[in-house]
């Protein structure tokens, strides 16, 4: 855990309410000391079994985010923002991570014998083996995308979601082993155009049932 954090942050309530997917970034750096506890930060994020299924690559090298530009349907943002995180999932990290992330239980003290390491270890290997490794890598992965990218508009940072982009390109191009899936690239910076006027949600009574599946949610005032 990190050992200070910063405090001139704006409030999450603030930030969900305000952010905006951003259409262009100026080219001003983000200082290293936010991006890192950013990152600290954003990895914190919780997954199944605690097994972390999710790999970044920072990407802030000129040349490298003109050809990530190329393989992202030449979305400008991507070369503007001077960082662009690659987010990728891996599907199978499971069969190797699963000791490692006994170990580290067991070094913070939240697993103290082995009998519970051992039914731990089994009833996640039970789990994954009967389930769909690519959709659960997923499912994880895009929780850690979104602590993300609201951490860093906390930070006073913008960001730019995308999908927009062939995984094929965007594998050969960084070197992402074939068995990874490349989830989503999140553009980070300031903005440096303005947002587009903001699209409105879905009512939450078109997305919110109470108790069963489409039964209305009244709220008693
Ligand atoms: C996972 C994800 C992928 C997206 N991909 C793109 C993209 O490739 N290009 C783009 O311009 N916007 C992209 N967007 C932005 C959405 O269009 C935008 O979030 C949505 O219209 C709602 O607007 P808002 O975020 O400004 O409220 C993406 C958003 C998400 C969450």
Known sequence: MMEALSTE???LNVI?????????FRSDPIPTHVLKELLELS????????????????????????RLRE?????????????????CAHPNSWTTDLDKMLALSKAHGAITDDDTAQSLKSSA?????SIDNKLWATKQT???FTQLMLLAETYGLDTAPMEGFSE????????IPEDHLVLALLAIGYAGKDDKPF???FDLSDLVSSENFGQPLVFEE
């Open 43 to 66: 990895l914190l994020a919780p997954s199944g079994y605690n097994l972390q299924p999710w790999r970044l690559i920072l990407v802030q090298d000129k040349d490298n985010k003109r």
């Open 16 to 24: 969900v309410a305000q952010r905006r997917a951003t259409q262009g």
């Open 142 to 144: 895009m929780i850690l």
């Open 168 to 175: 094929s390109k965007v594998k050969e191009l960084f070197s």
């Open 9 to 11: 942050v704006l409030p």
């Open 71 to 87: 393989a992202a349907m030449n979305q400008a943002k991507v070369e503007e923002a001077p960082v662009v995180i690659i987010v």
């Open 199 to 201: 699209a409105g949600r």
């Open 125 to 129: 290997e039970k789990y994954l083996s």
